[in-house]
C-alpha cells in the first residue's frame, strides 16, 4: 500500500520526536537508579495515571479487541473487563500501601513483608522470573501486533519490521529510562485516543450508523450473531440449575466475573502500575493516578475499537470453512485447501479466492488463516470442525486502509506506533528494574556505583527485548497469547490479596501458588489441551480459556492451602517493621500488640468498602451507557449513566475521607530503612 507525503510526515515525525525524547532526557536518566526507574518519585497523579493508560494500549490491543467482537462479540470483552473489580479495590486500598511501602520492584515488597532467608529467595526468583519470563511474554504479543501491522500497512518482511520497530523503541528508552517512558506516553495517550476516534467515526458513518448495524445484524450476515451486539451472551433453553442453560459463551462470563478478579495476579495493581504509583509524588497522587487510569482504561476506551470490529463485519465479512468429514489437512497451495477424509482417498477441496467477494485482494484470500501441521505432523481434523477462518486480528488493520486517505491513515498509523512504542519501552525498563534491583545490585554487585547500574540496566533492556523478538517471530496469534498469559499467574490472586491482610502468609505460599499456576497453565496450553469434555467449560475437545481459568485458580488454592497449613508462622517481631511502614487493615492480630503507637486503620474500613463498591458502579455505569447510546438504546443508557452519577458522588466522598500519609511514611522509611 502507498502511503501519501502526509502520512510519511507524521510516522516519522513521532519517531523523532521520540528519539529527541531520548536525547533530552538521557542526562538526567543517568545520574541515578531511581531516575532511570522511577523518575525520582515526582509524578504528579496525572501524569503517572495517563502513563498506566498509555502503556496498556499497546499496538495490539485494538487488533485483538476487534477480532474479539467478529469472532464472539462484545460480550467477550469480559475477558478483561472484569478486572476493572481489582482494580477499584486498588484504588482505594493497595494502591496506597505500595506508596507507603516505598519499593521500587514489586519483587522488593518480599523482604519488607516477609522478612528472613525465604523472602530473600523469593525476592531473587521473582526478579528473574519477570525479568526473563512475563515480560518477555508481553513482549512477545506486543510484537506480533507489528508484524501484523507492518505486513498490512508497509508491506515488508516480518523479521525486518520486528527489528526495526523494536530498535526505535529501544534506542529512546535505554537513553531515557522511565522519564522517556511517561513523556512519550503523554503524546501518545493523546495520538492514540484520536486515532483511534477518528478512524471509528469514520467507519461507524460509512455503514450507515447505529441504523446500519442494527439491519445487519438483524438479517445475520457478514458473521453477525445473535450475541454479537450483545453485553451479556445468551443462555441456554434450560434454567439455572439445568446443563443446558450453561453453553460455552454463559460459562464463560460466569467464571470470567466470579473468579477470574480476584484470582488474577494484577488484583493488588501489578507490575506496570506498581512502578507509577512508586513514582507518584504522594500517596494521594498515586490514587488518583489509579483511579484515572481504570476510568479511561475500562470505561472511555474501549468503544472506538469495539466500534471498528463490529463495522468490519458488514465491509469484510467473517468466513469460515468447515470440514463435512473427519479427515487430515494435506495441502494449502495457491490458495487451494485440501482435506483427505478417513474413509476415501479423493480430497475434498475448497478455492479460497472463491470465497471472498471483496474488492480488496489483499483480504481475501490472504487474511484466510488455515489449521495446517507438517509432512510430519499433519493437521487431523474432526467433522464440523472449522478448518479455515479469516483473521480476526487483521481486520482493524485493513478498515483503516479502506477508508482513512492521506493525513488520516499517516495519524492512525503514527498512533499504533506509538502505542507499540510505549508499550515496548514499558516493558523492557519494567523488566531491567527487576533485574538491575532484585537479582543484579541485590545479590550479584551489592557496592556497585549508580552510573554502573544504570549501564547494566540499558544492557539488560537490550537482552530482554531480543528475547522477546525472536519469540515474537515463532508466534502469530496474538489472542492465544493473551489468553495463555491472562491463565499464567491466574492463581496467584488470592496470595496476593492476603498478604497485605493477613500476618500468617509467607514467602513461601506466594513461592507455591506462582509455580503452581504458571506450571498447570502451561501444561494445559501446550501440553495437553485436547482431550478434554466437561460440558460448557470445553469446546471441541479442548478447554476454554474460562476451563483452562478454573483448573488453575482450583490447583493453586489446593497447594496454597497445604503450604499454609503445613508450614509454621513468622515470628510476629519479623513483620513489625512491614507493619509500622503500611499500617494495613485486617488480621493482623500479634504484630498490632507489638505497636500499640501505631494509629489504628479501622476509621479507614468504610470509606474503603464503600468507595470500591461505588468505583466499580462508576467504570460499568459509563461503560455500558456509552455503549448503549451508540447502539441506539437510550432507556438503558440513561440508567447506566444514572448509576454512574450516583457512584461519582460516593467515590469523590470516599476519596476525601481517606487521609495523605505520605509526610509519615517517608519518616518512617527514614527511621526503619529499606528492605
Known amino acids: 500500500m502507498d502511503l501519501h507525503f502526509l502520512d510519511w510526515t507524521l510516522i516519522i515525525g513521532y519517531a523523532l520526536f521520540a528519539l529527541g525524547v531520548g536525547l533530552y532526557f538521557r542526562k538526567r536518566a543517568g545520574e541515578d537508579i531511581e531516575e532511570f526507574f522511577l523518575s525520582g518519585r515526582t509524578l504528579p497523579w496525572w501524569i503517572a495515571g495517563t502513563s498506566m493508560v498509555a502503556t496498556t494500549f499497546a499496538s495490539d490491543t485494538p487488533l485483538v479487541i476487534s477480532g474479539w467482537v467478529r469472532t464472539h462479540g462484545i460480550w467477550q470483552n469480559w475477558q478483561w473487563w472484569t478486572t476493572a473489580v481489582g482494580g477499584m479495590v486498588t484504588v482505594f486500598l493497595f494502591a496506597r500501601y505500595w506508596r507507603r511501602c516505598n519499593v521500587m520492584t514489586a519483587a522488593e515488597l518480599s523482604e519488607l513483608r516477609y522478612g528472613g532467608r525465604e523472602a530473600k529467595v523469593l525476592r531473587g526468583f521473582l ?35 520486528v527489528i526495526g520497530a523494536c530498535s526505535l523503541a529501544l534506542v529512546y528508552s535505554v537513553m531515557s529510562g522511565f522519564w522517556g517512558v511517561v513523556v512519550t506516553d503523554i503524546v501518545q495517550f493523546v495520538m492514540a485516543m484520536v486515532g483511534a476516534i477518528v478512524l471509528a467515526a469514520v467507519v461507524w458513518g460509512e455503514v450507515g450508523g447505529s441504523t446500519g448495524v442494527l439491519a445487519a445484524a438483524a438479517a445475520g450476515t457478514g458473521g453477525f450473531n445473535a450475541d454479537t451486539l450483545s453485553f451479556f451472551p445468551t443462555a441456554g433453553t434450560g434454567s439455572l440449575f439445568d446443563a443446558s442453560f450453561w453453553t460455552v459463551s454463559i460459562a464463560t462470563v460466569f467464571v470470567f466475573l466470579g473468579v477470574q478478579w480476584w484470582a488474577y495476579e494484577y488484583v493488588d495493581g501489578g507490575i506496570l502500575a506498581v ?132 493525513g488520516l491513515l499517516g495519524l492512525v498509523v503514527a498512533s499504533l506506533l506509538a502505542a507499540f512504542m510505549s508499550t515496548i519501552d514499558t516493558h523492557v525498563n519494567l523488566a531491567s528494574s527487576f533485574f538491575v534491583n532484585d537479582v543484579y545490585r541485590r545479590f550479584l554487585s551489592t557496592g556497585a ?71 498447570v497453565a502451561t501444561y494445559l496450553t501446550f501440553v495437553e489441551p485436547k482431550g478434554w469434555d466437561i ?31 503445613f508450614t509454621k508462622a513468622r515470628d510476629p517481631r519479623d513483620l513489625v517493621g512491614f507493619y509500622r511502614r503500611v499500617r494495613p487493615i485486617g488480621w493482623w492480630g500479634p504484630v498490632r500488640a507489638l505497636c500499640p503507637d501505631v494509629p489504628s486503620s479501622r476509621p479507614e474500613v468504610m470509606p474503603i468498602v464503600v468507595g470500591s463498591i461505588a468505583g466499580i458502579g462508576m467504570i460499568y455505569g459509563l461503560l455500558f451507557a456509552l455503549g448503549s447510546f451508540l447502539l441506539a438504546r437510550p432507556t438503558s443508557g440513561l440508567i447506566c449513566a444514572g448509576v454512574a452519577a450516583v457512584s461519582i458522588a460516593f467515590v469523590v466522598r470516599s476519596l476525601r475521607q481517606l487521609r495523605d500519609t505520605t509526610d509519615v511514611d517517608a519518616s518512617s522509611s527514614t527511621k526503619s530503612g529499606t528492605a
Open 449 to 519: 556505583s549508580d552510573k554502573h547500574y544504570v549501564f547494566v540496566a540499558r544492557l539488560a533492556s537490550a537482552g530482554v527485548l531480543a528475547i522477546g523478538g525472536f519469540l515474537a517471530l515463532q508466534a502469530d496469534s496474538i489472542s492465544f497469547l493473551f489468553g495463555f498469559f491472562m491463565s499464567f499467574l491466574a492463581g496467584v490472586g488470592p496470595v496476593y490479596i492476603a498478604r497485605w491482610l493477613w500476618w500468617r502468609v509467607r514467602g513461601t505460599t506466594e513461592i507455591v501458588a506462582i509455580l503452581t499456576s504458571s506450571l
Open 127 to 161: 526478579g528473574v522470573y519477570q525479568a526473563l519470563i512475563t515480560n518477555t511474554i508481553i513482549l512477545c504479543w506486543v510484537i506480533v501486533a507489528a508484524k501484523k501491522i507492518m505486513a498490512a500497512v508497509f508491506g515488508v518482511d516480518p523479521t525486518i519490521a
Open 535 to 565: 460440558h460448557a467449560l470445553s469446546e471441541a475437545g479442548e478447554l476454554t480459556a474460562a476451563g483452562r481459568l478454573l483448573i488453575v485458580v482450583a490447583a493453586s488454592l489446593a497447594t496454597i492451602g497445604l503450604s499454609l497449613l
Open 275 to 406: 512502578q507509577r504509583i512508586s513514582a507518584a509524588k504522594s500517596e494521594r497522587d498515586g490514587m488518583l493516578a489509579y483511579l484515572w487510569y481504570a476510568v479511561a482504561h475500562f470505561a472511555l476506551r474501549p468503544w472506538p475499537w469495539i466500534m471498528v470490529g463490529i463495522a468490519s463485519l458488514i465491509v469484510f465479512p467473517r468466513i469460515e470453512i468447515t470440514s463435512p468429514v473427519a479427515g487430515t489437512v494435506v495441502s494449502v497451495e495457491d490458495h487451494v485447501v485440501q482435506v483427505l477424509p478417513d474413509d476415501q482417498e479423493a480430497p475434498l477441496e475448497w478455492n479460497l479466492r472463491e470465497l471472498g467477494q471483496d474488492d480488496d485482494p489483499a483480504w481475501y484470500p490472504s487474511q484466510i488463516k488455515v489449521k495446517v501441521g507438517s509432512d510430519e505432523k499433519p493437521t487431523k481434523v474432526k467433522a464440523d470442525e472449522v478448518i479455515a477462518t479469516t483473521d480476526p486480528e487483521s481486520a482493524y488493520l485493513f478498515m483503516m486502509r479502506r477508508f482513512l486517505g492521506p
